[in-house]
């Protein structure tokens, strides 16, 4: 095979033309359109390090034909209808991945989801946007493709060990994502383009003979013998298979309730816990592109941030989360009485907001132990939404405070224009934390302000609560098998379980189960 392997430095307006990066990388190679074979995309970065932005390209242009996973790799799934089933509780990327891999391995999956498939759930979000209804089953965190579908779309993870990142990448492409998604360092679908994907996936699940059910959620669990046979649902239907992946997300509190007491094995994990901050888009592309006007070729600019900060002689880390580059931040309450704020971006990321969560470390030892146990952490999360709710009225409404207000002191007068729908309110955000981490986040922003000139002002502004960062609890598996360290045949799976942070990786996470699964029925039978 041969291939001629290329890495090139661009302007933005080549990098991002498809013709014009062609047209460099066969001049680059010295060859003609008719010399290549394939032209294989695999990776473009931006770098705004100096003073003109550029971007980073690598590619392979075949010369012979590649192999036929380079051109257009084809995952296929089998009849799976009269195989040995699979529970999967949850439907977001851990359940679903876990699905399609069941199938590709030879056995039935039946997913139970408690909230609503992606076109039903628009309503509900409405409703929480407009009229501040919570539905507790129906939300921006429950529903058919899980918290991912209507928050944000980003596709790229910091774990290198946990499965194949490409493969999960493809699927998306075969389910209908951009097969730019292959090639850009930090990949997005977006908000907008996610519900189409996921209907995409459940079709693909159902047409294999696996099934994907909504409104089930899930009530009890069936343990024999410390072993787990099924689940019961809302409408007292058992469902029985080889194994239950519990793939339920972060914000599932009364599955950890539930699984607590039946005596499953649950344990307090760290996390982490603040605000959103909401600058304007242009004045985040000024300070990293250092330009006045990023122009049509570049994408709306993000950044990333930490800051270590000490308090009663305790380090804790500041850090930004889920940066929303031309994003939006939308309401993510599970119940009613709460407050809870998230990030989503469209695929253009075309708003005029960039907006990111700025979130203090919650280690154990900051957490009430001896009083709460296993939901010590839950419990933080749990006083702190309420309270953001009480603070802001009762409602939606959430409150807020210009940022150097913040650092400073001092309540706002009033407030900036937002892109969270259901409102602000002006408050005191110091009194809204505890000491500690209201402490912790004003060093944390003064630290920012010193890295990114112009971030730490009054056009900018804190609004509460980004509380929903992971999972609290931890359902401790073992490292190798994956199942529970107590119950067999049951698989602790993605975020909800405490292993993984984002879409990709809980996808990963979901196809581990699943192979390890396949795995142990194939030797019983």
Do not use: W
Not at 5 to 15: I, Q, R, T
Not at 202 to 215: H, I, K, P, S, Y
Not at 256 to 264: D, I, K, N, P, Q
Not at 425 to 437: G, K, P, Q, T, Y
Request: a neutral charge; charged letters at 25%; hydrophobic letters at 40%.
């Amino acid at each position: 095979m041969r291939k001629k392997e290329l890495e090139l430095v661009l302007a933005p307006e080549v990098a991002f033309d498809a013709a014009q990066l062609e047209h460099e990388l066969l001049k680059s190679a010295k060859l003609s359109p008719e010399d290549v074979k394939f032209l294989h995309r695999i990776k473009r970065s931006i770098d705004a390090r100096g003073r003109q932005v550029l971007v980073r390209v690598k590619a392979d242009l075949y010369l012979d034909n590649p192999p036929a996973e380079i051109i257009s790799p084809v995952y296929r799934y089998g009849d799976v209808s009269k195989e040995k089933a699979v529970i999967i509780v949850g439907a977001g990327p851990a359940g679903l991945f876990a699905a399609l891999r069941c199938i590709e391995l030879g056995l039935k999956p039946i997913v139970l989801e408690r909230g609503k498939d992606v076109r039903s759930r628009r309503r509900d979000l409405a409703a929480i946007n407009k009229e501040h209804i919570v539905n507790p089953d129906s939300n921006y965190c429950f529903g058919e493709g899980g918290a991912g579908t209507y928050s944000d779309g980003k596709l790229y993870t910091r774990s290198k060990k946990r499965g194949d990142l490409l493969r999960i990448l493809q699927i998306f492409v075969q389910h209908g994502a951009t097969p730019d998604i292959l090639f850009d360092a930090h990949p997005h679908i977006g908000t907008n383009k996610l519900p189409k994907i996921i209907e995409a996936l459940r079709e693909t699940v159902r047409e294999a003979g696996g099934e994907v059910l909504f409104d089930m959620r899930v009530t009890d669990f069936i343990v024999e013998r410390g072993e787990m046979k099924g689940v019961v649902t809302q409408d007292g239907q058992e469902y029985i298979g080889e194994s239950v992946i519990l793939a339920t997300g972060h914000s599932a509190r009364d599955i950890f309730e539930t699984l607590h007491a039946s005596g499953v094995t649950i344990e307090a994990k760290p996390f982490a816990m603040g605000v959103r901050v909401e600058h304007q888009q242009s004045l985040i592309d000024s300070i990293q592109y250092k330009c006045d006007d990023r122009g049509p070729y570049l994408p709306a600019s993000s950044y990333a941030l930490v800051q270590q900060t000490v308090y009663n002689n305790r380090q804790r880390g500041i850090f930004s989360f889920c940066m929303c580059p031309g994003g939006f931040i939308v309401p993510s309450a599970t119940a009613p009485g709460e407050v809870v704020v998230n990030g989503m971006s469209p695929s253009r990321r075309d708003s005029k907001f960039a907006n990111s969560g700025i979130v203090v470390a919650i280690e154990l030892e900051d957490m009430e132990l001896e009083k709460y146990g296993p939901f010590a952490g839950l419990h933080m999360q749990q006083a702190l939404e309420q309270k953001a709710c009480q603070m802001a009225g009762g409602t939606q409404v959430a409150p807020a405070q210009l940022l150097q207000d913040f650092t400073n002191g001092k309540v706002s007068k009033s407030l900036l224009e937002t892109s969270y729908q259901p409102g602000l309110a002006s408050v005191d955000m110091n009194e809204l934390f505890s000491e500690d981490m209201a402490y912790r986040l004003r060093e944390g922003f003064k630290g920012f302000g010193n890295k990114m000139r112009g971030y730490l002002s009054n056009d900018a502004q804190i609004v509460g609560v980004e509380s929903r960062t992971s999972s609290p609890v931890r359902i401790p598996r073992d490292k190798e098998t994956l199942e529970h360290v107590t119950i067999k045949n049951l698989y602790p799976c993605g975020e909800g379980a405490g292993y993984a942070g984002g879409i990709v990786s809980a996808a990963m996470d979901g196809e581990r189960c699943a192979e390890m699964i396949a795995a142990k029925v194939k030797r019983v039978l």
